[in-house]
């Protein structure tokens, strides 16, 4: 199927106890049912508009070559085998190698870091021994050098034939037009810029748009319709928050579904492949006894910040599965020592106007506590909410935990920069919480090591 056109490539579903298993003709969207799952469900995206299945696999497959090439590999590889002889390697064979790889890494991710390119080079020569190069210490350190020049070429062909992912990139470092230039697709996007599917024209995405957008408006809208035309309409969405940057206001009006909790999990997978709260809260599940021990144990170089949270987590008797989570993560700016934290975590008064913690906001999570008079220590927690550019995008979230997740989302989603307040807590959520990437700053290693040791 991964050989077909998308508008080609479906699934029929056969009951095996049905009489009739040939009558039983089920296409993929009627599996969906008419309200959205948990947040514990993995998101049912088909992902109609990317051509990526998949992030990117380890060990990575080497591509068949040409019969000519694989022939020639197979008796280097026995000759190989017999008397260590490698294989003089001509312009030939090395550039049908290299042609055939850059296409395989492009069917992963346009932009490869430093660790991916080593896993292709280190694969290739894993699965050709005679092409190994007996002046590198590891034998393939040159493979990885031509590895990298070639895919930056093939970006090139690319770019040249009008590849939205890759053209998109001529901005980058300059100022058009006054706006600033884009980034590239670094934070282990799958599809950071999809191309438009063959045969779905820009016109008909635009008039899903607007049905999307209707739909919305009903009391009841259908959110089997909703969660279909979200995938129909993604490669339409990306170019608009990618190539245009519109503010997060004018998002809301033109795309409002995709600000609903279980539509942020999708989009985020339609980007990534990655289930996003299933991972992050299963790993926040799995691994805060540990992080809250790490605390512990270093808990006076921390300051006094730190020294509350542990102080509450003792005192809290009621919920305290919940709570040591929302402590796990409340501290985790403090031990990478990610200064200014507290302006994107913010607490306010359930009886504080909107206005006095939006205006001037660029991004926060919010805790809204209830107004007692101050009569607990312990306030109790009415609502979390997420704030970006001033506006109120998702509230009514059931804790903190979540709350986190679906911001660290929208970061995605969006493609906003990581605020540079919490620059290594989401570095850490990427690369440690989710699996996105390897390549980590020494401060986000250490966390790691500390974490799995």
Same mark, same amino acid.
């Given at each position: ?7 080609? /490539? ?6 095996? &106890? ?76 090395? &550039? ?7 296409? /395989? ?10 660790? %991916? ?12 021994? *005679? ?45 058009? %037009? ?7 697709? =670094? ?14 024209? +820009?016109? /008909? ?8 957008? /209707? ?47 279980? +539509?942020?999990? *999708? ?39 730190? +020294?509350?949270?542990? @102080? ?25 020592? @990610? ?8 607490? *306010?008064?359930?009886? @504080?106007?909107?206005? +006095? ?14 107004? @007692? ?66 390549? *980590? ?11 799995? =040791?």
């Amino acid at each position: 199927m991964s050989e077909l056109p998308p508008e080609k /490539a479906t699934l029929k579903v056969i009951d095996a &106890s049905s009489p009739d298993p040939e009558g039983s003709d089920v296409s993929l969207s009627s599996l969906d049912t008419a309200s959205p799952p948990s947040s514990s469900e993995s998101p049912r995206t088909t992902v109609r508009a990317g051509r990526r299945s998949s992030a990117w696999p380890s060990p990575f497959p080497i591509p068949s070559f040409s019969y000519d090439v694989e022939l020639r590999l197979q008796k280097a590889n026995g000759i190989y085998n017999d008397n260590g002889t490698l294989l003089d390697v001509t312009r030939d064979i090395k &550039s049908e190698i290299l042609d055939k790889i850059a296409q /395989a890494v492009f069917e992963l991710t346009a932009y490869p870091d430093r660790s %991916e390119i080593d896993s292709v080079a280190m694969a290739l020569v894993n699965k050709y021994p *005679c092409l190994r190069e007996p002046g590198s210490g590891n034998g393939w350190n040159g493979w990885r050098m031509s590895i990298a020049f070639k895919i930056g070429n093939y970006r090139q062909k690319l770019r040249n034939a009008g590849c939205e992912e890759v053209k998109v990139n001529e901005r980058r470092g300059s100022r058009e %037009e006054g706006r600033p230039g884009l980034k590239k697709a =670094r934070r282990a996007e799958v599809h950071f810029l999809p191309d438009q599917p063959a045969g779905q024209t +820009q016109d /008909a995405m635009e008039k899903d748009r607007k049905a999307l957008t /209707a739909e919305m408006e009903k009391r009841s809208p259908n959110m089997t319709f909703i969660n279909d035309a979200m995938d129909r309409t993604f490669p339409l969405r990306r170019k608009e928050i990618v190539d245009q940057e519109p503010g997060v206001d004018l998002v809301k009006r033109r795309w409002p579904a995709l600000f609903m909790e279980y +539509q942020v999990n *999708c989009e985020f997978h339609r980007i990534t492949m990655v289930d996003l709260q299933r991972k992050f809260l299963g790993f926040l599940e799995t691994h805060t006894p540990k992080i809250l021990k790490m605390y512990r144990t270093r808990r006076t170089h921390f300051g006094e910040e730190m +020294q509350k949270l542990l @102080d509450s987590l003792d005192k809290e008797t009621s919920d305290i599965s919940g709570h040591r989570k929302a402590v796990a993560l409340r501290g985790l700016p403090l031990f990478v020592r @990610d200064y200014g934290a507290e302006k994107i975590l913010k607490t *306010c008064l359930n009886t @504080d106007p909107e206005e +006095q913690h939006t205006k001037g906001v660029r991004m926060a999570v919010l805790t809204v506590v209830e107004d @007692d008079g101050g009569a607990t220590a312990s306030p109790h927690v009415e609502d979390f909410a997420i704030v970006l550019e001033e506006c109120v995008v998702i509230h009514n979230i059931k804790n903190l935990p979540s709350a986190f997740s679906l911001f660290f989302g929208l970061l995605y989603v969006l493609n906003f920069q990581y605020p540079k307040e919490l620059k290594y807590t989401c570095e850490i959520i990427q690369k440690v919480f989710l699996g996105l990437g390897d390549d *980590c700053s020494a401060r986000a290693q250490s966390f790691k090591n500390k974490l799995l =040791r």
